[in-house]
Protein backbone atom coordinates (compact mmCIF):
# COMPACT_ATOMS: atom_id res chain seq x y z
CA UNK A 1 0.00 0.00 0.00
CA UNK A 2 3.13 2.41 1.03
CA UNK A 3 4.65 1.62 -2.27
CA UNK A 4 1.44 2.54 -4.18
CA UNK A 5 0.79 5.37 -2.48
CA UNK A 6 4.33 6.70 -3.12
CA UNK A 7 3.97 5.76 -6.86
CA UNK A 8 1.32 7.97 -7.06
CA UNK A 9 2.90 10.78 -5.61
CA UNK A 10 5.39 10.90 -7.89
CA UNK A 11 3.29 10.88 -10.82
CA UNK A 12 2.45 14.36 -9.76
CA UNK A 13 5.52 15.99 -8.82
CA UNK A 14 5.36 15.56 -5.03
CA UNK A 15 8.63 12.92 -5.58
CA UNK A 16 11.30 14.04 -7.62
CA UNK A 17 12.20 10.98 -9.89
CA UNK A 18 16.23 10.17 -10.74
CA UNK A 19 17.70 9.71 -13.14
CA UNK A 20 19.93 7.16 -14.91
CA UNK A 21 23.18 6.50 -13.51
CA UNK A 22 26.39 4.49 -14.57
CA UNK A 23 26.02 1.37 -13.28
CA UNK A 24 28.00 1.22 -10.08
CA UNK A 25 30.42 -2.09 -9.01
CA UNK A 26 28.17 -2.82 -6.19
CA UNK A 27 24.47 -2.26 -6.22
CA UNK A 28 23.30 -0.38 -2.99
CA UNK A 29 21.55 -2.93 -0.56
CA UNK A 30 17.57 -1.68 -0.59
CA UNK A 31 16.13 -0.29 2.65
CA UNK A 32 12.53 -1.31 3.74
CA UNK A 33 10.06 1.93 3.40
CA UNK A 34 9.94 3.07 7.30
CA UNK A 35 13.42 2.47 7.86
CA UNK A 36 14.64 4.46 4.71
CA UNK A 37 11.94 7.69 5.74
CA UNK A 38 13.01 7.44 9.65
CA UNK A 39 16.68 7.62 8.14
CA UNK A 40 16.10 10.89 5.81
CA UNK A 41 14.43 12.73 8.45
CA UNK A 42 16.79 11.84 10.87
CA UNK A 43 19.96 13.11 7.95
CA UNK A 44 17.99 16.03 8.29
CA UNK A 45 15.24 16.05 5.28
CA UNK A 46 13.87 19.90 5.06
CA UNK A 47 10.51 19.44 7.62
CA UNK A 48 9.74 20.34 10.56
CA UNK A 49 9.70 18.06 13.52
CA UNK A 50 6.33 18.11 13.74
CA UNK A 51 6.09 17.16 10.17
CA UNK A 52 8.22 14.17 10.34
CA UNK A 53 6.74 12.92 13.16
CA UNK A 54 3.38 13.07 11.30
CA UNK A 55 4.36 11.25 8.26
CA UNK A 56 6.65 8.43 10.15
CA UNK A 57 3.20 8.60 12.35
CA UNK A 58 0.69 8.14 8.90
CA UNK A 59 3.24 5.37 7.33
CA UNK A 60 2.95 3.68 10.16
CA UNK A 61 -0.87 3.44 10.53
CA UNK A 62 -0.78 2.59 7.26
CA UNK A 63 1.93 -0.24 7.08
CA UNK A 64 0.01 -1.86 10.25
CA UNK A 65 -3.26 -2.26 8.43
CA UNK A 66 -4.98 -0.02 11.16
CA UNK A 67 -8.83 0.08 10.61
CA UNK A 68 -9.69 3.27 8.89
CA UNK A 69 -11.79 6.44 10.17
CA UNK A 70 -15.24 5.96 9.74
CA UNK A 71 -16.63 9.56 9.28
CA UNK A 72 -18.53 12.22 6.95
CA UNK A 73 -18.79 15.58 8.33
CA UNK A 74 -22.58 15.93 9.74
CA UNK A 75 -22.39 19.81 8.28
CA UNK A 76 -22.44 18.20 4.70
CA UNK A 77 -25.61 17.25 2.82
CA UNK A 78 -25.34 15.23 0.35
CA UNK A 79 -28.68 14.43 -1.54
CA UNK A 80 -27.45 13.11 -4.82
CA UNK A 81 -23.98 11.79 -5.83
CA UNK A 82 -21.35 9.46 -4.07
CA UNK A 83 -17.91 10.30 -1.47
CA UNK A 84 -14.67 9.26 -2.71
CA UNK A 85 -12.24 8.65 -0.08
CA UNK A 86 -8.69 9.54 -0.36
CA UNK A 87 -6.04 6.31 -0.34
CA UNK A 88 -5.45 6.71 3.22
CA UNK A 89 -6.02 8.43 6.42
CA UNK A 90 -3.29 10.76 7.58
CA UNK A 91 -2.10 12.11 11.41
CA UNK A 92 -1.28 14.79 13.01
CA UNK A 93 1.33 14.32 16.19
CA UNK A 94 0.70 15.91 19.58
CA UNK A 95 -1.40 18.97 18.58
CA UNK A 96 -4.63 17.90 21.19
CA UNK A 97 -5.02 17.89 24.38
CA UNK A 98 -4.71 14.36 25.93
CA UNK A 99 -7.54 12.65 26.11
CA UNK A 100 -8.94 8.85 25.69
CA UNK A 101 -7.45 8.55 22.37
CA UNK A 102 -4.56 10.09 22.71
CA UNK A 103 -3.10 13.59 21.43
CA UNK A 104 -2.74 12.95 17.75
CA UNK A 105 -5.71 14.12 15.50
CA UNK A 106 -6.61 11.75 12.87
CA UNK A 107 -6.87 13.72 9.02
CA UNK A 108 -9.48 11.85 6.89
CA UNK A 109 -10.07 13.64 3.23
CA UNK A 110 -12.86 12.89 0.50
CA UNK A 111 -14.22 14.07 -2.23
CA UNK A 112 -17.69 14.24 -4.17
CA UNK A 113 -17.38 14.74 -7.91
CA UNK A 114 -19.81 15.87 -10.36
CA UNK A 115 -22.58 15.73 -11.10
CA UNK A 116 -23.87 15.84 -7.53
CA UNK A 117 -25.88 18.02 -5.38
CA UNK A 118 -24.74 19.19 -1.56
CA UNK A 119 -27.35 21.30 0.22
CA UNK A 120 -24.62 23.09 2.57
CA UNK A 121 -22.69 24.46 0.14
CA UNK A 122 -23.56 28.30 -1.06
CA UNK A 123 -23.88 26.71 -4.21
CA UNK A 124 -25.58 23.05 -4.02
CA UNK A 125 -24.79 21.78 -7.20
CA UNK A 126 -21.42 20.07 -8.05
CA UNK A 127 -21.78 19.81 -11.97
CA UNK A 128 -19.83 17.48 -14.08
CA UNK A 129 -15.76 17.96 -14.21
CA UNK A 130 -16.09 19.89 -10.40
CA UNK A 131 -14.69 18.15 -7.37
CA UNK A 132 -15.10 19.67 -3.54
CA UNK A 133 -12.76 18.30 -1.74
CA UNK A 134 -13.14 17.92 1.87
CA UNK A 135 -10.80 17.65 5.30
CA UNK A 136 -11.75 16.86 9.13
CA UNK A 137 -9.37 16.37 11.54
CA UNK A 138 -10.59 14.45 14.24
CA UNK A 139 -10.89 15.83 17.74
CA UNK A 140 -10.63 19.31 16.56
CA UNK A 141 -13.02 22.14 17.46
CA UNK A 142 -15.69 24.21 16.32
CA UNK A 143 -14.72 25.19 12.70
CA UNK A 144 -14.66 29.10 12.52
CA UNK A 145 -14.93 31.40 9.04
CA UNK A 146 -12.75 33.89 10.78
CA UNK A 147 -9.84 31.84 11.11
CA UNK A 148 -7.32 31.42 8.06
CA UNK A 149 -6.00 27.66 8.26
CA UNK A 150 -3.18 26.94 6.02
CA UNK A 151 -4.51 24.22 4.40
CA UNK A 152 -3.81 23.48 0.43
CA UNK A 153 -5.17 21.11 -2.07
CA UNK A 154 -2.70 20.59 -5.13
CA UNK A 155 -4.54 18.36 -7.77
CA UNK A 156 -3.92 17.33 -11.71
CA UNK A 157 -5.67 15.73 -14.21
CA UNK A 158 -4.06 12.65 -15.51
CA UNK A 159 -6.44 13.47 -18.73
CA UNK A 160 -5.66 16.62 -19.44
CA UNK A 161 -2.49 17.27 -17.56
CA UNK A 162 -4.21 20.63 -16.29
CA UNK A 163 -2.85 20.95 -13.20
CA UNK A 164 -3.70 23.78 -10.35
CA UNK A 165 -3.41 24.67 -5.96
CA UNK A 166 -6.42 26.02 -4.51
CA UNK A 167 -6.97 26.83 -0.84
CA UNK A 168 -9.22 24.78 1.72
CA UNK A 169 -11.52 26.72 3.96
CA UNK A 170 -15.00 26.64 5.66
CA UNK A 171 -17.24 26.13 3.15
CA UNK A 172 -20.16 24.86 5.55
CA UNK A 173 -21.64 25.47 8.19
CA UNK A 174 -19.51 25.22 11.40
CA UNK A 175 -19.31 22.04 12.58
CA UNK A 176 -16.90 19.75 15.01
CA UNK A 177 -14.65 18.50 14.52
CA UNK A 178 -13.62 21.06 12.15
CA UNK A 179 -13.95 20.37 8.37
CA UNK A 180 -13.00 22.29 5.63
CA UNK A 181 -13.15 22.17 1.68
CA UNK A 182 -13.00 23.31 -1.71
CA UNK A 183 -14.63 23.14 -4.81
CA UNK A 184 -12.74 22.78 -7.92
CA UNK A 185 -12.88 22.81 -11.21
CA UNK A 186 -10.72 19.83 -12.77
CA UNK A 187 -12.20 18.57 -15.83
CA UNK A 188 -13.65 15.15 -16.42
CA UNK A 189 -10.99 12.45 -16.20
CA UNK A 190 -8.79 10.76 -13.49
CA UNK A 191 -7.46 13.71 -10.97
CA UNK A 192 -5.08 12.77 -8.48
CA UNK A 193 -4.85 15.40 -5.38
CA UNK A 194 -2.87 15.91 -2.75
CA UNK A 195 -3.68 18.16 0.80
CA UNK A 196 -1.31 19.27 3.01
CA UNK A 197 -0.77 21.99 5.92
CA UNK A 198 -1.72 22.64 9.33
CA UNK A 199 -5.23 23.06 10.63
CA UNK A 200 -5.82 25.36 13.83
CA UNK A 201 -7.88 24.34 16.67
CA UNK A 202 -8.76 27.22 19.01
CA UNK A 203 -9.08 24.92 21.94
CA UNK A 204 -5.21 24.21 21.88
CA UNK A 205 -4.32 26.22 24.67
CA UNK A 206 -0.46 27.36 23.36
CA UNK A 207 -0.53 23.36 22.08
CA UNK A 208 1.26 23.53 18.09
CA UNK A 209 -1.09 23.53 15.02
CA UNK A 210 -1.85 20.20 13.69
CA UNK A 211 0.23 20.08 11.14
CA UNK A 212 -1.05 17.27 9.18
CA UNK A 213 1.18 14.46 6.91
CA UNK A 214 0.84 15.02 3.45
CA UNK A 215 -2.57 12.84 2.13
CA UNK A 216 -3.37 11.59 -1.32
CA UNK A 217 -6.23 10.60 -3.44
CA UNK A 218 -7.21 9.52 -6.88
CA UNK A 219 -10.59 10.89 -8.08
CA UNK A 220 -12.73 9.91 -10.93
CA UNK A 221 -14.32 13.33 -11.97
Not at 32 to 47: C, E, I, S, W
Not at 194 to 207: A, E, F, Q, V, Y
Request: charged letters at 15%; one cysteine or more.
Amino acid sequence: MIRRIVGIAASVGILVGLGSQAAAAAQPVPVDDLTAVRTAFGAGLPVGTLTAQSALETLGRVAAGVPRASYFPRSAHLVEGAVQPFLYDTSASDCLLPAALGDDSIGVAQAVAGPAVDTSLPTPVIPPGTVNVLFSGLGTSMSSPHRGDPMTVSWLNLNTMRSGTAPLYQERPADSPRTLSNTIETGRGTVVFLISGSMLDNTSRDLPACDFAPVVGVVQA
